[in-house]
């Protein structure tokens, strides 16, 4: 019988594969046999690294020879919360480094929660010729000088984005380091600078980049400015404002409103610093357009505020404080029912009494009003089961959970019981949910439900909860999906971890902080287990080595790893390397 | 994406564990009702504690069985810990038949966790603000309005005091216009200048405010890279050779005998030799640190910072 398999081209592969984008279906290719590997090797044009120590720059570089675009995360989750200290790595340094000799053509770079400085800014910038994209999600170690470097060489960029990162903030005048002949601009986020950006310089480069369509500003360009701004880029999709808040004047709040209506394709609007609740209604005759609504820097009440809400009446996204209150969000539940995502904020963290009028009913109605609501991140300061199950039953298609009741431990309010019962309910009737959050009280009960039900869940956060190694237990050897657990101040320990060690190999990292794990587990975990890498964070006490092996750990951070050791520990991180 | 029956054959089966069990999680049932009493609460006190022991209770009886307890009771019956120790739980093992063998390691025999626990669980249930707790980002704490700010920043500095890890001596918050995490620990203004060194890539940042001498500055500066400058040789091999090498580099810093000479640009962009005046006066007009290789020093130039800059 002829071998026809043989005879068929490789191009023919190739041309079949680059129509094949997602990760996991070009990760399923490489897996069919040798050749198909080396077609898709050769021809993959973007790679995901969810953890940048899982593998080593020499390796990506090796296997992939002709990438356009890398993302790489960094340091973990809780490291935004101040639970990973500082220069603990997720350097990006030897990354770009590697990329800059291996790929001239590189297109695209995102980065989150990783450390860059500005030397590699300055790489970047003069070694990929085309190089169009800059992602910096939560990132830090770099200053304005760094950006310069960008602005000035990188002649076909189109989008810059500093996503909550944190800056050095030397001057703004980086921005005037655009060449006049720059037009490519897409896509620009400074909002998380602190300094004042040249207004000059800003317009001139709105003027010149007709293609714009997304400008988060920073809290430094007052309002006045923006109506000039928005003037010249009347094509924006996206606007975050500058600090929302001026004397109150009817022509500056005519001229903004004027402005709004303007840009005739603005969808989404967010900054809304220290908005005063005077100029709020200037965005009125737009809300209908509102697909977006990001309210959350808006740290003054309003009566405003929940008829603005009210009127956009397409809106898809909402972020906002909770000075919206129960009532808001009823209104809310009414008008906007398109909405797929809502994140409440606390006007008020660290206060004992609650401040604003926000409780579960909110968060019931919206989940009773809106059919589409499928992310949730709620901060509230009570919490009911009754008031889960509602949510659950209402909102079978919920995707993305995460509440977080202020007061650790806050068992339900009605009953004073532990919620695990409303937990357990979201994951019993949310079958497509993929990343839960808990707080409040709860027992090794909830996990035990986790654990049976919960089995498209990618990522959980847990703190203060938990009886014992059983909840631990429940949730490695049932959660079949699971990528990512961080876990803080839970009574888990060595038991559940050393039982479920060949689990911590399928999933991405695990957290441990304040929980009951032993120097001798991570010893025994580290010794057995090649592919994890069990990292210990010291603390005070000293390194693992001169304590007794049944001294608990106070941070632990576990992840699955090719790549080995990695070489950039500081010396509060401890790692298990011989007997 | 099951790797567990790949590591079925890979690890020992867990060594049964019961007669201890039952002692060892009663005995930590008690501790928590103390570590309860002692450890941060954020409502009334004495609110809590029944209910707590109440659902502690229930799951030290589901311990010993499980499935009944489910709400619904359809889908599947929660996997059973290997340890477990009542006959019901095995009757589960072997009825699902779940290679519930397959993924553990013997853990040590070690004394229960109780005897090691009393200073790290005190240190951990000190009085004051929980690090990280609510969960929120820092520029999302400094939004709030002037008052609110005021209490927050007293918990910053009080949970950097808590913080149960020894940060590299050096090491500290960066002076970000958005962060108020510009102070200090011991309360007083931080003078962060940035310090890179030839040949590591990874610069740092060092408070100058933490020291009054050349000296301390000088082994700090040594503290900050002796790691990464070993990491950077040992990436061409050398392994111990290296370190004994490294911690030679850092000698004579300061008067330009060693391997590595400090210097510092000023606010007049000048590149000048660490050391030559009085302490306070160096403090008052650096603006940045470097470590160079003392084999280049006869080309330092006045007033070229930014040419240096670009070829670090």
Known sequence: MPRIAYAFPDEVLEHVFSFIHSDQDRNAISLVCKSWYEIERWCRRSIFVGNCYAVSPVMVVKRFPKLRSISLKGKPHFADFNLVPEDWGGYACPWIEAMASAYPWLEEIRLKRMVLTDESLELISKSFKNFQVLVLSS????????????????????????????????????????????????????????????????????????????????????????????????????????????????????????????????????????????????????????????????????????????????????????????????????????????????????????????????????????????????????????????????????????????????????????????????????????????????????????????????????????????????????????????????????????????????????????????????????????????????????????????????????????????????????????? | MNGRSRNEEAFPQLLDLIPKDREWHENRAHKFSEERKLELRLGPPGEEEDDVVRGRKESLLSLGYFSASVNGGHTQKPVSPPWASSSKTQNINQQKGVSVSSSFLQPQPSPPANTAVPNSSQKRTAPGPVVGWPPIRSFRKNLASSSTSKVVSQHESQNHQQRVVVEDKVAGKKPVADNNNNVAVGGNKSLFVKINMDGVPIGRKVDLNAYYSYEKLSSAVEELFRDLLAAQRDSCGGGIQNKQEVEKAFIGLLDGSGEYTLVYEDNEGDRMLVGDVPWHMFVSTVKRLRVLKSSELPAFTRGGCKQDKITT
């Open chain 1, 139 to 579: 990132c830090e170690g770099f200053s304005t000088d760094g950006l310069a470097a960008i602005a000035a060489n990188c002649r076909n960029l189109r989008e810059l984005d500093l996503r909550e990162s944190e800056v050095e903030d030397l001057s703004g005048h980086w921005l005037s380091q655009f060449p006049d002949s720059f037009t490519s601009l897409v896509s620009l986020n400074i909002s998380c600078l602190g300094s004042e950006v040249s207004t000059c310089a800003l317009e001139r480069l709105l003027a010149g980049c007709p293609n714009l369509q997304s400008l988060r500003l920073n809290r430094a360009v007052p309002l006045e400015k923006l109506v000039n701004l928005l003037g010249r880029s009347p094509n924006l999709v996206e606007l975050g404002t500058g600090a929302y808040t001026s004397e109150m004047q009817p022509d500056v709040f005519s001229d903004l409103s004027r402005a709004f209506v303007g840009c005739k394709q603005l969808k989404s609007l967010s900054g809304f610093w220290d908005a005063m609740p005077y100029y709020l209604p200037a965005v009125y005759p737009i809300s209908s357009r509102l697909t977006s609504l990001n309210l959350s820097y808006a740290t003054t009440e309003s009566p405003y505020l929940v008829k603005l809400v009210s009127e956009c009446r397409n809106l898809q996204r909402l972020w906002v404080m909770d000075y919206i209150e129960d009532s808001g969000l009823e209104a809310l539940a009414v008008s906007c029912k398109d909405l797929r995502e809502l994140r409440v904020f606390p006007s008020d963290p660290f206060g004992l009494e609650p401040n604003v009028a926000l409780t579960e009913r909110g968060l019931v109605s919206v989940s009773e009003g809106c059919p589409e609501l499928q992310s949730v991140l709620y901060f509230c300061r009570q919490m009911s089961n009754a008031a889960l199950v509602t949510i659950a039953r209402n909102r079978p298609n919920m995707t993305r959970f995460r509440l977080c009741i202020i007061e650790p431990r806050k068992p339900d309010y009605l009953t004073l019981q532990p919620l695990d019962a409303g937990f357990g309910a979201i994951v019993e009737h949310c079958k497509n949910l993929r990343r839960l959050s808990l707080s409040g009280l709860l027992t090794d009960r909830v996990f035990e439900y986790i654990g049976s039900y919960g089995k498209k869940l990618e990522m959980l956060s847990v703190a203060f909860a938990g009886d014992s190694d059983l909840g631990l237990h429940y949730v490695l050897s049932g959660c079949d999906n699971l990528r990512k657990l961080e876990v803080r101040d839970c009574p888990f320990g060595d038991k559940a971890l050393l039982a479920n060690a060949a689990k911590l190999e399928t999933m991405r990292s695990l957290w441990m902080s304040s929980c009951n794990v032993s120097f001798g587990a991570c010893k025994l975990l580290g010794q057995k287990m090649p592919r994890l890498n069990v990292e210990v964070i010291i603390d005070e006490r000293g390194p693992p080595d001169s304590m007794p092996e049944s001294c608990l750990v106070e941070k632990l951070y576990i992840y699955r790893t090719v790549a080995g050791p990695r070489m950039d520990m500081p010396g509060f991180v401890w790692r298990y390397t011989g007997p």
